[in-house]
């Protein structure tokens, strides 16, 4: 009986043998197999995700993306320089100006009425001026004839004085013959008395003769007097010639004023906006519109400072433009500001509390580009890639 229980055990021991036992390798190489493909399938899905990655991944290492982009132009702002109510605005908002174009125009008769007043001053001034020439004109005739004559009267007095001169000594001459002769009674009295009233006659007429000299000097001396009022004249003509000047100069402002109420584009440009109409008054400083030229813009971009150290001068950049999603445009880093942007803020923000919370700041730069057709407008956002590599 112990030999049956021993049996009994060993064959409930003995493995069972199934039918379906040579399935079992088939099994195994199913599952081997899907390992496989499973391990595939990863391997070409993490190569995809390679391949689309590290482009982006090479894009940023060797770009700076800056999406705090506008495009910029010089807006000009024209404005009044006169006081005056405006007559015509000759342009609106979208017209298409040439320099020297009339953009607007401001009151200007009572500029014209004021520029006639001086006008007819500067000639007033100007026909003294000519009455005063006149003047020295004629008198330069009459101190040249009176100085002739007298001269010539000078010179006829000294003539006459020396024949007076001559006659005196001569008639000294014969009463001293005539005294010593009477003195040795050899001519008598009445002869003395000719030769001494002779010699007084010459006497006087020799004091004459010098006393007529005398007189010629002292016209000649009138007539020099009367030739230093030509000099006169000729600074009252230097006066009114001052006067003329600051005439000319009145007259000179006025003009500029009214050239001013004509406002006229000084470049080629398109207008932005205007700001008045007419019938309108204005005063100095008084906005009357903007423009700019389209042909010179650029665009302003705010860089990261972290990303601020990567960005060099004449760096090559990308553009895209949020308008036109399809153009792209093409620029070099032009200029490099020098100062962020907080330092700009019209209200500061100081930190008297103590409590301080760390913000990236950023930083502008300008990116030279060009106009395409005449799409790109002042104000438009942009995106933009700086190359930092090459």
Known sequence: MELRKEKEVAEAVEPQVSVDAPATPRRARGRMGGGRLRLLLVVAALVAAALVVWPWLAHRWSHVAIND?????????????????????????????????????????????????????????????????AEQDMVRTQVTAKLAAGEAQLVAAEANHRASEATLASAKSRFERVSRLATSKVTSEQVLEEAQAALSTATEQEKSAAAAISTARANLDVVQAEQAQIAVLDRQIAVLDSQKAALAAQRGQKQVDLGRREIRAQFDGVIDSTFVEAGEYVGPGTR????????????????????????????????????????KVEGKVARIGEAATSQFALLPSPNPSGNFTKITQRLPIRIAIDQHDGLLRPGMMVEVSVDVVN
């Open 69 to 133: 982009s506008r495009i910029a132009a010089n807006l000009v702002t024209v404005g009044s320089e006169v006081s005056g109510r405006v007559t015509t605005v000759d342009v609106i908002a979208g017209d298409q100006v040439k320099k020297g174009d009339l953009l607007a125009s401001i009151d200007s008769e009572n500029a014209r009425l004021e520029l006639a007043a001086l006008d007819a001053q500067i000639e007033g001034v100007s026909a003294q001026q000519a009455q005063l020439r």
């Open 288 to 327: 009357l519109l903007i423009y700019h030229d389209p042909g010179v813009i650029w665009v302003d971009a705010n860089v990261k400072e972290t990303d601020f150290g990567r960005v060099k001068l004449g760096a090559p950049a990308s553009i895209t433009v949020d308008a036109y999603p399809q153009l």
